[in-house]
């Protein structure tokens, strides 16, 4: 015998999941009313859109960045979506901030460890996204997942979010204490518009000062500069890609008088940036 699916229980589905109406309705018919077998319905719709838009690009989306209480740890998430629409609605985002909240309370290894983390009772983080492809109807994905960790006493994170969610970035001081969480904010603000690839020029991959080496001889050698001064001449350009590329070297851009480093030693003399991360959409 058929079971009958009442309108309070599509509707207990719908805040379940955030699946649409008629989805809940099919879900629930599909599992003779059992619940759970509805989540694992509407999950396995997810899976078989998820494999059919696996070549979809998702460049949309938001990204959360977030810190502890005590600002010893703190995590930036990026959840894809392929459109803008779909990014700003309520629920996409606050799916986006449930999932960086769980990241900064467990502080997974990596990406791969934050989707096997439990989303609630049912659902690991991965299987949730799963869920929800099925009822947004287009790729979804954790696409990115970064973390800083600090002891008690050896500094602290501070976060800043780009508006509309566009980037995250988090920050950390050498430094504790609330005096320090204004600079932190601008120095956050400063990563996020000026995009440096370290906090200093030790932070710089040998790969990237062989190539930047590279380039500095080659483009000395087609304006016809000397053999003997090439590597001098390439040098030099090496130092002003530091100035332009690392954090610490860099125009403040509050106060384009000062370095970072110095617009942090102004506000004490001792304070640093150790790291940063920072994640953007695209």
């Not at 379940?16 to 694992?40: R, W, Y």
């Amino acid at each position: 015998m058929e079971v009958k699916i009442s309108a309070a229980d599509v509707k207990k589905l719908r805040d379940m999941t955030g699946a649409g109406m008629m989805d809940c309705k099919k879900a629930l018919k599909e599992s003779n009313g059992d619940f759970d077998g509805a989540i694992e319905f509407l999950r396995k719709k997810g899976q078989k859109l998820s494999d059919k838009r696996a070549d979809r690009e998702a460049k949309e989306g938001v990204v959360i960045a977030l810190t502890s209480g005590n600002r010893n740890n703190g995590v930036v998430v990026r959840l894809s979506c392929e459109t803008d629409f779909v990014a700003k609605t309520d629920s996409f985002v606050d799916l986006g901030k449930s999932i960086a909240d769980i990241a900064l309370k467990n502080l997974p290894a990596d990406l791969n460890g934050l989707l096997a983390l439990p989303y609630d009772s049912k659902l690991s983080v991965g299987e949730k996204v799963t869920e929800q492809l099925g009822v947004i109807g287009e790729k979804i994905e954790v696409a990115e997942y970064a973390k800083i960790e600090t002891a008690a006493g050896e500094g602290q994170v501070l976060p800043y979010i780009h508006m509309g969610y566009k980037a995250g970035v988090i920050v950390a001081l050498n430094l504790e204490g609330p005096q320090f969480a204004d600079p932190g904010k601008d120095v956050a603000m400063q990563v996020a518009a000026m995009k440096p690839i370290a906090v200093n020029a030790e932070g710089v991959s040998q790969e990237v000062k062989d190539k930047e080496l590279r380039i500095g001889m080659e483009m000395a050698q087609a304006e016809g500069k000397p053999e003997a001064m090439l590597e001098r001449i390439a040098t030099g350009r090496l130092n002003k890609f530091y100035k332009e590329n690392t954090l610490l070297a860099q125009i403040f851009v509050k106060d384009n008088k000062k370095t970072v480093a110095q617009y942090l030693e102004s506000i004490d003399k001792n304070l640093t940036v150790t790291d940063f991360k920072h994640i953007k959409l695209g």
